[in-house]
């Protein structure tokens, strides 16, 4: 018996050791990994070079460190430029003088019209320079079309398109289903637009939800519209007429209706750019690519700071993860923005489409707290809508782009049901005992609300509603009747945001930084973004799990990934939420 545990002793001593051993050697592959993939050499842009744009990736508010990006792991091998590289980079092209131009190759964009708008302005101002912009592919998706149509020439492929047949928004309706399953989703909320749950208990849309969609749909419309009627010189009523008729469907119509400047296959692509760059016929282009192309390090000695505080994901309490607004930590950023004497001015990047109510009112907490001591300037990205207008609100300003997803100051609490699919559909019951009439208020699934149960959760859900709207009603310096008016959950775009007072000004982050600075009377100034962000090793090693099970769901769903997700999302819905209605698809 002694030899008997002495063998299990070695054995589990060497599983141990082994252990350790392992992962330490684990430790030195992934550091290994990390040093290889960061250390890569630094591209040297030579004289007479072309910048090299393409989109094949989703934009993000900031760029994700990822040193594995060139590497084979499922989950990890996608590069990410987010929106500030890609702006910082476009206005370094401008001033390098070994850029000469920029080759623009789009087929399709993954981000937001706002986001697009913020690009475009980018683009709009490196030809300012008198440099040129040449935008060539097989086929243009409408926002592909929307960022191309600021180039000098736009050129197709002979045997492509261009997508241009106006703008459409869709939404899953998942009524039916919930009743196949046995679920019956408890709604309770406030505000004739807070459409959020209409997919829980509807096959269509409402009357007032179809409305406010027509509407802020045709704001996004009207300005992409315009903007493409002013880069190619074509009147509105033109273009309209082209996407009304679906006018152009192939690479002919797109040339016949001046959507396109010329059909070129690539080869002659090539020597259009050589003639430009008065390169030689036998020579090759010289060309770097956006995402290798270095903007220039911050090297100001400037003390003073114009902070840039990036918020983007859904609202959750606690710390949240890498995609969401944490209320723990997004307060935390702000205390120390707040408390350091060098920051001098505050903008607040939201890019959120809402989320807890009470995580929302945490942070607004902060805002309000910061605006006391020093500017606090919001800058709107995609989406600040519902929780993340309420984060907003307070801040000493508000600048949105045209076609920013913004208002829907609403709330709403979902409760579902599960008595049918337990009970009826596999066989499960649940029983106990409880102390009081409201123990187990929201806790047994198998039982729908009582009356008074459902006029309890109505009377929390008008509660915060109405603090909802005395947080904008202080912050926007209107009366709590006012806000109502324009709040019922209504989604507005950010022009429509404008005229009826939600938002100050239109313009970009770079725009907020400029008027941060003024409003805190500072002409030097050094930007800096906060959080600070993680270090290759610890994002790894935090998002391990979560990427490689993104990565397989994605493999194994494909194109039904989005509304798996939707699916889930809904499961992890808990509270009262200050959410945007749906997910917004605009194609």
């Given at each position: 018996m002694r030899s008997f545990f002495k063998y299990v002793l070695a054995t589990v001593t060497g599983i141990v050791i082994s252990t350790v051993v392992l992962f330490v050697i684990a430790l030195g592959i992934i550091g290994a990994l990390v040093t290889s993939a960061s250390s890569e050499k630094e591209v040297i842009v030579k004289?007479?070079?072309?910048?090299?744009?393409?989109?094949?990736?989703?934009?993000?508010?900031r760029s994700v460190e990822n040193p594995f990006g060139s590497l084979d792991i499922p989950g990890y091998n996608l590069k990410n430029l987010g929106l500030d590289d890609i702006l910082a980079r476009i206005r370094n092209a401008k001033e390098d003088g070994k850029i000469?131009?920029?080759?623009?190759?789009?087929?399709?964009?993954?981000?937001?019209?706002?986001?697009?708008?913020?690009?475009?302005?980018?683009?709009?101002?490196?030809?300012?320079?008198?440099?040129?912009?040449?935008?060539?592919?097989e086929g243009y998706s409408q926002k592909a079309y929307y960022l191309a149509s600021v180039a000098d020439q736009v050129y197709v492929n002979p045997e492509g398109t261009i997508d241009f047949k106006g703008l459409a928004s869709s939404t899953m309706f998942m009524k039916d289903a919930f009743d196949k399953f046995g679920v019956d989703m408890?709604?309770?909320?406030?505000?004739?637009?807070?459409?959020a749950v209409e997919p829980y208990f509807l096959n269509?849309?409402?009357?007032?939800?179809?409305?406010?969609?027509?509407?802020?749909?045709?704001?996004?419309?009207?300005?992409?519209?315009?903007?493409?009627?002013?880069?190619?010189?074509?009147?509105?009523?033109?273009?309209?007429?082209?996407?009304?008729?679906?006018?152009?469907?192939?690479?002919?119509?797109a040339v016949r209706y001046k959507l396109a400047d010329a059909k070129l296959y690539k080869d002659e692509l090539i020597s259009e750019l050589k003639k430009k760059l008065n390169v030689a016929t036998k020579d090759d282009l010289s060309i770097v690519s956006l995402m290798d192309y270095k903007s220039k390090t911050n090297t100001s000695s400037e003390t003073s700071q114009v902070a840039v505080l990036y918020a983007e994901g859904a609202i959750v309490s606690g710390e949240g993860s890498k995609d969401e607004i944490g209320s723990d930590k997004i307060s935390r950023e702000l205390r120390k923005l707040r408390e350091n004497e060098d920051v001098k001015a505050v903008v607040f990047r939201v890019n959120s489409p809402g989320g807890s109510a009470l995580a929302s009112d945490v942070i607004w907490r902060?805002?309000?707290?910061?605006?006391?001591?020093?500017?606090?300037?919001?800058?709107m990205g995609d989406y600040a809508a519902s929780g993340g207008y309420y984060i907003s609100a307070a801040a000493d300003s508000i600048f949105a782009e045209n076609n920013t997803i913004?208002?829907?100051?609403?709330?709403?609490?979902?409760?579902?049901?599960?008595?049918?699919l337990l009970n009826n559909k596999i066989g499960v019951h649940f029983d106990g005992v409880k102390t009081g009439k409201f123990s187990d208020l929201g806790m047994v699934p198998d039982r729908p609300l009582t009356a008074e149960e459902r006029d309890i959760i109505q009377m929390e859900v008008n509660r915060v509603y109405q603090t909802?709207?005395?947080?904008?009603?202080?912050?926007?310096?209107?009366t709590v009747a006012q806000v109502d008016t324009i709040g019922q959950g209504r989604v507005w775009t950010g022009k429509q945001a404008l005229?009826?007072?939600?938002v100050d000004r239109i313009g970009g982050v770079d725009d907020a930084i400029k008027s941060a600075a003024k409003k805190a009377k500072i002409a030097q100034y050094a930007v800096k973004q906060y959080p600070a962000k993680d270090d290759a090793l610890s994002m790894f090693l935090n998002s391990s799990k979560e990427k490689v099970q993104i990565w397989m769901a994605q493999q194994q769903m494909g194109e039904f990934y989005n509304y798996f997700n939707v699916i889930k999302n809904v499961s992890n819905q808990s509270g009262i939420m200050a959410k945007l209605p749906y997910s917004i698809e605009i194609h």
């Open positions: 004289d007479n070079t072309l910048l090299y744009l393409t989109f094949n990736h989703a934009i993000s508010e000469k131009g920029i080759y623009m190759d789009a087929s399709t964009i993954a981000t937001g019209f706002a986001s697009l708008k913020e690009i475009r302005d980018a683009l709009l101002d490196f030809k300012s320079s008198g440099k040129f912009i040449v935008a060539y592919n408890q709604v309770i909320k406030v505000g004739t637009f807070k459409s269509e849309m409402s009357a007032a939800n179809r409305l406010q969609v027509n509407s802020y749909l045709g704001s996004i419309y009207d300005s992409f519209i315009q903007e493409i009627s002013a880069s190619r010189k074509m009147s509105a009523d033109s273009l309209r007429n082209i996407a009304n008729n679906y006018l152009v469907r192939n690479a002919d119509d902060e805002v309000e707290l910061t605006k006391k001591v020093k500017p606090i300037i919001v800058s913004t208002g829907s100051i609403g709330v709403f609490g979902v409760i579902p049901n599960f008595k049918n909802f709207m005395k947080r904008v009603s202080d912050g926007r310096k209107i005229e009826i007072g939600l």
